[in-house]
């Protein structure tokens, strides 16, 4: 079930709500299917295996590396249950969702309110296993650090945990601004500096695209200046992704060297000039969010399917964590769910609970419905 | 005291501070009781400078050049010149100082250069003592050149601590007692910051104490305890670095003798902790208080960095600086 009253609605209106419906699945399955798409979920995947699985894992490592040879170990269930390792969505759809479930309980969604969720889930133990700029922050919050500090007293601050998590943000909160504002204010609980912005542009892309309903290719009609105005939030401006950080320069950058190409795949060389090389970890917004961008430019100005953005952004390896979750949450809330494989939408709609145990088994589309509801049939709360 | 007498002090302290530090490196504070007991001197035979001090060298020369019109641009130019060349990588260096070398690599300028994704590391802290020596008394002009020089290969975080290393020095080449350092450092950064709220806590647990080995193990713990990030594998943060070495300058007293080595015995990124202390604790007690077992450290080796720098003695560089400044 979704729409509540379908026949007492005139036929526009039931329309536009259809639509808004399946922008919101789409940010969210598309964010899933990108999750699932990365080789790391399966890395993700193999914690629901016993320890040591995986420490026999990173002794193969070891052994590649002593025995010089080429055969590169992957997660391995030998005599256990291997459901865990089949293809599916990992942290980033768990992430989505618990945000989500968060989100549609609070009364009136405050910035003091968006703290407090996080400082009592910190002290109860129940924040599901994060990034490092996650980590950080619930033990910044254990020791009585008050929000924004544990996002800017954070050593991954600029990392895109925040960003994924304002895909629900976006979806679940109908006006842009409103979606800016309230992703923000999550956002600097674990993130700053670009960790925020990019958070607050994936809240609003999302948002808008929900509040255009079928007509959301207005919104980036325009190509780079509109995305760019998303970033930003200046409406009105004509070149706004924000010059001065690393992240509006990586967005520029990706854009523009993609600018040519005529499908996703054929972009992905291009990108991977712009992918940071000498860091040890791959999840910066302003590397993932980058190739989401880029990425979504091109699937709208060619018309490519959005799936095809998906596992491109899967073949650049360093940031497949993230850049494909992102990039299918940007595509799905600009496309809608109905345009991705059927394949896809069934492997990825259900956790597996790696990440916060208590939602292994939900159903993402089955769970924005219930968060949504409200919104959708009032208008209000958010 | 001259000032060439804590110039001297200051470089040659960092210089020994980071070849005392440099095999503790990354190690914990466990493992370097384990298997060095108490930390008292030199860990190795042959003990040799690292990238703190070649970075220090080079920003010497920088400010010899260029003195206090010294500029960003002209910072950057330099390190594409002399460092952006240099082929098979940067022996000893961190993630900021190639994230820089590949930014400058791509076109970039500062501050965008220093705009990455360590920006934020202790890089600039492990260098920008020659801004204090080259600014002597005048701690806001020293963290106006350690931000100038910072720019093209740091940001936010990691150009505080760099301020806060600069202003530090600054007043202790002037003759500053321990407290005028530490609150020239605090001072020198925002107080809400990252590095503004380690020094303050550097300070609450360090300050006082003096005494015996046992009570300095009770802060040790309790600034480690304070001062890193668990969840975080790596050990370049700038904040906690800066918090560690003035940590360890503090408890110290100040005194050089004490302070390195317990730079050293915490471990981390022990080498730059280590110089920081040690540029500190050098200016402040001049030349004269680098035990003369320690001070005869030799040239800078030009390991990381190369011919640039290759053969520089710091006690040269030391008054060079001063002679830039007059």
Known sequence: ?382 | MNLPERARGCLVGLAVGDAMGAPAENMTAGAIAERWGEVTGFLTDTPAGTDDTEYAAFSALLLIDHGSQLTSAAVADAWIEHLAGRTGGFPGAGFSELGTIENLRAGLRPPASGDHLHSWSDGLAMRAAVHGVFAAGDPVEAARLAAVDGAVSHAGEGIYAGQAVAAGVAVAMSGGVLDDVVAAAIASVPGDSWTGMALATAREHAHGNTGESQAWSVIAEKLLDTLVTPRYPWTDLGPEAVGLAFGAFIAAGGEFSVAVPRAVSMGRDADTTAAIAGALAGAMGGYSAIPPAWVDIGPVTGRCLGDVVAGLHLADLADHLVGATS
């Open chain 1, 1 to 382: 079930m979704t729409d509540p009253s379908p026949n007492v609605l005139p036929p526009e209106a039931s329309s536009a709500r259809a639509a808004g419906r399946d922008v919101r699945h789409g940010a969210l399955i598309g964010l899933a299917i990108g999750d699932a798409a990365g080789w790391p979920a399966r890395q993700h995947r193999s914690r629901l295996l016993p320890p040591w699985t995986r420490r026999l894992r990173r002794e193969l490592d070891t052994f590649a590396e002593t025995q010089d040879v080429t055969s590169l170990p992957v997660p391995f269930a030998l005599n256990q249950d291997p459901t865990p390792l089949r293809l599916g969505p990992s942290d980033d759809a768990e992430w989505a969702a618990w945000t989500l479930t968060w989100l549609s309980t609070m009364g009136d969604v405050t910035r003091e309110a968006v703290h407090e969720v996080w400082r009592v889930a910190a002290t109860s133990g129940t924040v599901p296993r994060g990034r490092i700029s996650v980590a950080t922050a619930v033990d910044g919050l254990q020791g009585g650090v008050e929000p924004p500090h544990t996002g800017r007293h954070n050593p991954h601050h600029f990392d895109d945990a925040a960003a994924v998590r304002a895909v629900a943000v976006g979806a679940a909160v109908g006006d842009p601004d409103r979606a800016a504002e309230v992703a923000g204010w999550d956002a600097e609980v674990t993130n700053a500096g670009d960790g925020v912005d990019a958070a607050r542009f994936v809240a609003r892309f999302v948002a808008a695209a929900v509040a255009g309903g079928t007509s959301w290719h207005q919104m980036t009609d325009g190509g780079l200046d509109r995305l760019g105005s998303a970033m930003s939030g200046q409406e009105d401006a004509d070149s706004a992704v924000p010059e001065g950080t690393l992240l509006g320069r990586t967005v520029r950058r990706a854009v523009e060297a993609t600018a040519e190409a005529a499908s996703p795949a054929e972009a992905i060389p291009l990108l991977d000039e712009v992918v940071d090389r000498v860091y040890s970890y791959g999840t910066a917004a302003a590397q993932t969010a980058a190739i989401a961008v880029a990425l979504t430019d091109i699937t709208l100005r060619h018309g490519t399917p959005p799936i095809d953005a998906i596992t491109a952004a899967a073949c650049l390896p360093s940031l497949a964590d993230s850049a494909p979750a992102l990039t299918g949450a940007l595509v799905g809330a600009a496309r809608g769910a109905g345009e991705f494989p059927v394949s896809w939408v069934g492997r990825c709609r259900v956790l597996a609970g790696c990440c916060a145990p208590d939602l292994a088994g939900v159903d993402i589309m089955d769970l924005l419905d219930r968060a949504t509801g409200p919104v959708v049939k009032e208008g209000k709360h958010l």
